[in-house]
């Protein structure tokens, strides 16, 4: 399969406790995003990458929250110290940009669900 | 005011039906438009892009309206495998980020 993969798929922590959620996208793709989604909303832009640079941080992106993308392929994003209100699912898409033809759309993984008891 | 906003609905239409769902944007300066569809605990995926002339994809046909800033999907013919959520998706010009509309919940009924 070579579509994004998100690991783990389901996470179950207690508050207080630091979560990490890896992302690989779909080979070769440039740029990666992060999402969060609430039952009922739809997905949150949380961040992206270009690459290795994280080019933009959501305002929901408070200081807990940390994302990297160390050698532009994998992508880690941490919660530190969870708080209830985390419990969401994570969602993680990639996109080719910069060559002809590939568009702009944008494929996500299956998602990474948190429940922060 | 939201980015982009949409009716949650739900909208319950019977097998068959036509339904058509609209999405407004904000930022006027937004260059590319999609509509897609998640269902219950999954990930979105992709339904459609939206072009300025409009464009069809069997049963479903996307318009675009920069004038006014909305985005219309027509689904025709509806299954009962249509009943999903369908996200309006919005990518505004200077930033490559998405914005998601909540997204309205459809349910066809035998």
């Known amino acids: 399969d070579t579509g994004v993969s998100q690991d783990p798929r389901h996470k179950i922590t207690k508050r207080g406790q630091n979560v990490t959620f890896r992302c690989d996208p779909i080979?070769?793709?440039?740029?990666l995003y992060w999402y969060r989604q609430t039952l009922g909303q739809g997905p949150e832009f949380l961040t992206y990458?270009?690459?290795?640079?994280?080019?933009?941080k959501s305002r929901l992106l408070s200081d807990r929250f940390s994302a990297e993308r160390p050698k532009g392929s994998f992508s880690t994003l941490e919660i530190q110290r969870t708080e209830q209100g985390d419990s969401a699912m994570y969602l993680c898409?990639?996109?080719?940009?910069?060559?002809?033809?590939?568009?702009?759309?944008?494929?996500f993984g299956e998602g990474s669900w948190l429940t922060v008891v | 005011r939201k980015e982009v906003e949409q009716d949650p609905g739900p909208f319950n239409v019977p097998e068959g039906a036509t339904v058509a769902f609209n999405c407004t944007y904000s930022?006027?300066?937004?260059?590319?438009f999609f509509w897609y569809r998640q269902d219950c605990r999954k990930e979105p995926k992709l339904l459609m892009s939206?072009?300025?002339s409009g464009n069809e994809d069997g049963r479903f046909t996307a318009q675009l309206n920069r004038a006014s800033q909305y985005i219309s999907l027509l689904i025709r013919d509806s299954k009962l495998s249509d009943s999903a959520t369908y996200l309006c998706?919005?990518?505004?010009?200077?930033?490559?980020?998405?914005?998601f509309g909540t997204g309205t919940r459809l349910k066809v009924l035998a």
């Open positions: 898409a990639s996109s080719l940009v910069g060559q002809a033809g590939s568009g702009n759309t944008i494929y």
């Open positions: 080979s070769e793709h440039n740029r």
């Open positions: 990458f270009q690459n290795e640079a994280q080019l933009e």
């Open positions: 930022n006027s300066a937004s260059q590319s």
């Open positions: 939206v072009y300025s």
């Open positions: 998706v919005v990518n505004g010009a200077g930033t490559y980020k998405y914005i």
